[in-house]
């Protein structure tokens, strides 16, 4: 999807080859290895398009909202490298009244609306390009101690406070207007207005801390045809970042695409993951994908584990995704709950699916020889913290603190207290003993693999001894043993151990998943509907998630189930075509609910997509035609604009 080269007079016609299906009030824009994104949140408290910030360890995420003439909610085209807002006119959205400090904008003359471009450069730039008319900047000073100030007549400071950084606005062409209020020890407001004269304006906007970059170094139109100019043109960074997403696509997202009735689904759901790549510092030690770049901008001890799998055609990425957890792995063997740029947080752990995403990568031929020696003692290392750290009763049998820990936070299964010995855990524990039992197998160490292998063995009876009721696994609680009345699908997740399940326990659990409600027309519902506890928003009481779902389509693939496998990949496709990748889905509309950009929706849904094959009969022209399960721009629906930021 590289950009084609500009006209160099005219800037407009850098516009990007190829639009991409996003809805900014649900998916962010943004492109990789930058902390910045852009949001628009349409709710009646604080509408508009935000510069925001996706840094670790910050209180308020916006910084600076942006109004395009008088247009709040400007109308929004998105490529991989540039977002370009446009003024609606008069039939659009109201017009909210300028702060005292900074009179309103003079309108612009007639027939001329307002038209901004924006992208990014690096860790921490904004470029923002004024075709035509105004831009309108309202810094977003919340904070005690926010600070907006002029440097010079073009170039302000804003030192916020709640996103515990600097930022510094350098005008490099165009004229600009700026006022802000002060109050004893803060600033009240502040507003910068640019406008396009004599061509277009031009913006430069970088984060810092101590130190802004010692100069802006970029050019307003495109660069020098001789190739010899240093300054960096506007239009070179949206052709880079459009080349590299262009390279994502047809790596990561073109192979999966097998069905091209679901190909512009999956250019969303690469896009995405793309996008939500930001690099190495801080405790971040390597390049790693965000859960989202709306508000959950962490990295939890599960969630990567996803993104590593729909990295497998870059086995180097994939292990990556999968390491930047174990980097934080403490001297006992445990894996912090979640880490970003700014910490690492260990109050909470995930559960063990590690072992389980390691011999998937395997199957798909996706890790060396070298990369399972590097990965191996990490591995064997989590797999006993959780038998030396959580054994609570001297069973052998781990516990979770909290649902937190079993990644299902409020899952009924926990319901009545903890701990709680669920069967989930050891189900995972089994997968990651059987994992280095083929990890010692393959590096010729057959005593070890035969020792794991045992292991693995054992662990399986001891679920089936301990949690099998003669239809499901149950759980209990920890200290009484007591078995705990649930029906969350959480106690069908052994499931996931596919053949490694005794068969006639396989076939029952199966019949149960299907007989008992579970499986709806948009995946396996986290609690079935028929079920008391059933909320249709309630998080992990009912809801369709991504991660739940792939573990139970390749435990049913390999313990034989595959017609049932592919039926349940093919509903949460469709789910994700109609809805884009939200955080989990409603069970029966199939609604997207919470987060409308989590990375581990995008990467399970091309990871599914990647086991499709095209249907019988599909061809391009009838993928055209098809209006079942191709995901139009405004799919992702604005009805997400407070979920974003839930």
């Known amino acids: 999807m590289s950009a084609a080269q500009p006209a160099p007079s005219s800037p407009t016609s850098a516009l990007s080859s190829a639009a991409l299906p996003v809805d900014i009030t649900g998916t962010p824009f943004s492109i990789r290895g930058s902390f910045f994104a852009v949001s628009a949140f349409d709710d009646d408290m604080t509408p508009g398009v935000y510069l925001r910030t996706v840094r670790g360890g910050v209180r308020n995420r916006e910084i600076l909202r942006l109004r395009v003439g008088d247009d709040l909610l400007p109308s929004v085209e998105v490529s991989a490298g540039r977002l370009m807002l446009r003024e609606r006119g008069a039939e659009g959205p109201g017009r909210p009244a300028a702060p005292a400090a900074c009179p309103a904008s003079p309108t612009p003359a007639s027939g001329v609306r307002a038209e901004v471009e924006l992208t990014f450069s690096g860790r921490g730039r904004t470029l923002i390009r004024v ?71 031009l913006l430069a906007i970088d984060e810092f801390g101590s130190a802004p970059a010692a100069s802006a170094s970029v050019s307003p139109g495109v660069a020098n045809a001789g190739g010899h100019s240093a300054l960096l043109s506007f239009d070179d960074a949206v052709a880079s970042a459009e080349a590299d997403f262009d390279r994502w696509w047809k790596r990561h997202g073109a192979p999966a695409a097998h069905d091209p009735r679901f190909e512009p689904t999956a250019r969303l759901a690469a896009y995405v993951t793309w996008s939500a790549l930001v690099p190495a510092g801080g405790a971040l030690r390597r390049e790693s994908m965000l859960m989202s770049k709306n508000r959950m901008a962490h990295i939890w001890s599960w969630d990567h584990c996803f993104n590593a799998m729909a990295l497998r055609r870059d086995p180097t990425a994939a292990l990556d995704q999968l390491l930047t957890i174990f980097d934080h792995q403490d001297e006992h063997g445990g894996l912090p709950d979640h880490i970003d740029d700014a910490g690492v947080q260990f109050n909470f752990a995930k559960p063990p699916i590690h072992g389980w995403t390691v011999t998937w990568l395997m199957d798909h031929d996706a890790v060396s020889d070298g990369q399972l020696a590097a990965i191996e003692a990490p591995l064997r290392r989590w797999t006993t913290w959780w038998r030396e750290q959580r054994d609570y009763r001297g069973d052998g049998i781990p516990s979770y603190n909290h649902g937190n820990d079993s990644g299902w936070d409020n899952s009924t299964v926990f319901g009545e207290g903890v701990p709680v010995q669920s069967p989930d855990l050891l189900a995972f524990l089994a997968l990651q003993e059987s994992a280095l039992g083929r990890i010692a197998e393959r590096l010729g160490r057959p005593d070890d693999a035969a020792h794991w292998r045992g292991r693995a063995a054992s662990t399986v009876a001891q679920l089936v001894d301990g949690f099998w009721t003669g239809e499901r696994f149950a759980a ?145 022209d009838a993928a055209a035609a098809s209006s079942t399960v191709t995901a139009a721009p405004g799919a992702d629906t604005a009805a997400a604009g407070a979920g974003a930021r839930a």
């Open 131 to 201: 075709l035509s008319g105004t831009l309108t900047i309202d810094f977003a000073v919340r904070d005690r101690y926010d600070v907006v100030l002029a440097e010079s007549e073009r170039a302000w400071r804003f030192v916020d406070s709640g996103a515990v950084r600097n930022y510094r606005l350098e005008l490099l062409s165009g004229a600009a207007r700026f006022a802000s209020g002060w109050d004893v020890e803060h600033s009240t407001d502040g507003r910068l207005e640019v406008s396009a004269v004599d061509g277009p304006a």
């Open 476 to 620: 209990r609680h920890t200290l009484s043993g007591d078995r705990i009345p649930s029906q969350s699908l959480l106690t069908l997740m052994p499931l996931a151990l596919g053949e490694l399940l005794p068969p006639d326990v396989f076939a029952a659990a199966v019949a149960t998943l299907v007989e008992g409600g579970y499986l709806t027309a948009v995946g396996p519902a986290t609690e079935p509907p028929s079920s008391p506890d059933y909320d249709p928003d309630g998080y992990w009481r009912g809801p369709v998630w991504a991660p739940t779902t792939l573990l139970l389509v390749d435990g049913l693939r390999r313990g034989g189930r595959t017609d049932l496998a592919e039926r349940i990949a093919r509903d949460f496709a469709a789910a994700c075509a109609a809805e884009g990748m939200a955080e989990n889905f409603d069970a029966l509309s199939g609604a997207g609910l919470r987060d409308r950009s989590m990375t581990w929706t995008a990467s399970v849904l091309l990871v599914l997509l990647d086991t499709l094959g095209a249907p019988e009969g599909v061809t391009g």
